[in-house]
């Protein structure tokens, strides 16, 4: 369980710097009114971009593992606090000045992961049955759905819905991973998990990007870290029967309470490019 612990928390540095190359990438790409899929295709002609996305993968490779022994909402609540790592490399390498305020989220944060780490009990990967998946998946297309409505939107309730939309689809991979018995390929292409991880990776992909490109970046991580935590934890809890080690229940939950509070005061590091625009306004700094 130790591995597994430190799997997620590879994740969460992986995903972490990988968002930092990545936000660079979307700011400096022109893209088309609402969401606009082809923004994807323009933004791995980036090499900001495609290095984002290999640590992303290799991230996603550490998150996997770490599913296959950690309940939900161990695993999700370490994987947003990316944010905090993305607010102390800014603060070191960037030169952006962190308040007070959000020192003490940072400080938060490692205090609800330790909590967490004390808390979580050993888990195997969930076994449901085939209408689950299927309903799961049908879950995953309707998120689909919601988010290229939602890219008609105006102002901050785009950035927040969007934002809540990619979050949603990041919390569906993490379901389907969840679920995932078997790793074989053949029984991969047979699991309608895996096109829930597949499709619900991608479209969330899609909707973050376009979301951090025309919106509030507060706004849209905010909403996106409610619901790649909150989502998947009830889901594991309810439906997967994850839960903590005998007794630790009350510190798993101030644990989980803890950091996702401390990275929702870290939210506006969701797209450090912005940071880095107001500490040093120079186009080289940008590059």
């Given at each position: 369980?130790?591995?597994?612990?430190?799997?997620?928390?590879?994740?969460?540095?992986?995903?972490?710097?990988?968002?930092?190359?990545?936000?660079?990438?979307?700011?400096?790409?022109?893209?088309?009114?609402?969401?606009?899929?082809?923004?994807?295709?323009?933004?791995?002609?980036?090499?900001?971009?495609?290095?984002?996305?290999?640590?992303?993968?290799?991230?996603?490779?550490?998150?996997?593992?770490?599913?296959?022994?950690?309940?939900?909402?161990?695993?999700?609540?370490?994987?947003?606090?990316?944010?905090?790592?993305?607010?102390?490399?800014?603060?070191?390498?960037?030169?952006?000045?962190?308040?007070?305020?959000?020192?003490?989220?940072?400080?938060?944060?490692?205090?609800?992961?330790?909590?967490?780490?004390?808390?979580?009990?050993?888990?195997?990967?969930?076994?449901?049955?085939?209408?689950?998946?299927?309903?799961?998946?049908?879950?995953?297309?309707?998120?689909?759905?919601?988010?290229?409505?939602?890219?008609?939107?105006?102002?901050?309730?785009?950035?927040?819905?969007?934002?809540?939309?990619?979050?949603?689809?990041?919390?569906?991979?993490?379901?389907?991973?969840?679920?995932?018995?078997?790793?074989?390929?053949?029984?991969?292409?047979?699991?309608?998990?895996?096109?829930?991880?597949a499709g619900g990776g991608l479209s969330a992909f899609l909707f973050f990007a376009t979301a951090l490109q025309r919106g509030s970046v507060t706004t849209t991580t905010a909403a996106m870290v409610v619901a790649e935590t909150v989502v998947p934890a009830l889901v594991g809890v309810f439906l997967l029967g994850d839960g903590t080690r005998h007794g630790y229940a009350l510190?798993?939950?101030?644990?989980?309470?803890?950091?996702?509070?401390?990275?929702?005061?870290?939210?506006?590091?969701?797209?450090?490019?912005?940071?880095?625009?107001?500490?040093?306004?120079?186009?080289?700094?940008?590059?």
């Amino acid at each position: 369980m130790v591995w597994s612990l430190l799997g997620a928390i590879a994740a969460a540095i992986c995903f972490g710097t990988g968002s930092v190359l990545q936000a660079l990438a979307a700011r400096t790409t022109p893209t088309g009114a609402g969401v606009d899929p082809r923004l994807l295709v323009r933004l791995i002609r980036r090499l900001p971009f495609v290095l984002g996305t290999a640590l992303d993968l290799l991230g996603f490779v550490a998150e996997l593992a770490a599913l296959r022994s950690l309940p939900l909402f161990v695993v999700q609540a370490v994987v947003a606090a990316n944010l905090a790592v993305t607010a102390v490399v800014a603060a070191r390498v960037l030169h952006i000045r962190l308040s007070a305020r959000e020192w003490i989220a940072v400080a938060a944060v490692c205090a609800g992961l330790a909590l967490l780490g004390l808390a979580a009990g050993h888990e195997n990967p969930a076994s449901v049955s085939l209408t689950f998946r299927l309903a799961l998946l049908g879950c995953a297309a309707a998120m689909a759905v919601a988010g290229l409505a939602a890219g008609r939107l105006h102002g901050e309730t785009r950035s927040a819905v969007l934002g809540f939309v990619a979050g949603l689809g990041f919390g569906f991979v993490a379901i389907g991973a969840r679920v995932l018995v078997s790793l074989s390929p053949l029984d991969l292409l047979s699991d309608p998990a895996t096109y829930v991880v597949a499709g619900g990776g991608l479209s969330a992909f899609l909707f973050f990007a376009t979301a951090l490109q025309r919106g509030s970046v507060t706004t849209t991580t905010a909403a996106m870290v409610v619901a790649e935590t909150v989502v998947p934890a009830l889901v594991g809890v309810f439906l997967l029967g994850d839960g903590t080690r005998h007794g630790y229940a009350l510190s798993a939950v101030l644990g989980f309470l803890l950091a996702v509070a401390g990275t929702l005061a870290l939210a506006r590091f969701g797209e450090p490019a912005a940071e880095t625009a107001e500490a040093a306004p120079t186009p080289t700094s940008l590059r």
